[in-house]
Nanobody, 122 residues
Framework: QVQLVESGGGLVQAGGSLRLSCAVSGSIFSIGAMGWYRQTPGKERELVASISSDRSTNYADSVKGRFTISRDNAKNTVYLQMNSLKPEDTAVYYC????????????????WGKGTQVTISS
């Protein structure tokens, strides 16, 4: 069974930094794109950053130049380094990964972590 477990959230002051981690465990044949999303109450979940299997990256305009996504394929882990944090970055951050659990799967399956709270105080 595939699990995604996030860590690294917390409370920091504006201008500070946090590093989120998301480790994938369980039955894994291959991992494709991985990403981070965030959601605040009453709003839809939005993409923050994504990274493909060949490490090409994509960022939301609101975080470009401040956040960096990376992955360690040997550890099945994706990271999100968040610098120059702003109060508007406050949200629950979710890890996402497109995974093929075994070679019986023809396409990737979308998996989500349970989320980690990030709170930025002004």
């Amino acid at each position: 069974q595939v699990q995604l477990v996030e860590s690294g959230g917390g409370l920091v002051q504006a201008g500070g930094s946090l590093r989120l981690s998301c480790a994938v465990s369980g039955s894994i044949f291959s991992i494709g794109a991985m990403g981070w999303y965030r959601q605040t109450p009453g709003k839809e979940r939005e993409l923050v950053a994504s990274i493909s299997s060949d490490r090409s990256t994509n960022y939301a305009d609101s975080v470009k130049g401040r956040f960096t996504i990376s992955r360690d394929n040997a550890k099945n882990t994706v990271y999100l380094q968040m610098n120059s944090l702003k109060p508007e970055d406050t949200a629950v951050y979710y890890c996402n990964a497109k995974i093929r659990p075994s070679n019986l799967y023809r396409t990737d399956v979308n998996f989500w972590g349970k989320g980690t709270q990030v709170t930025i105080s002004s």
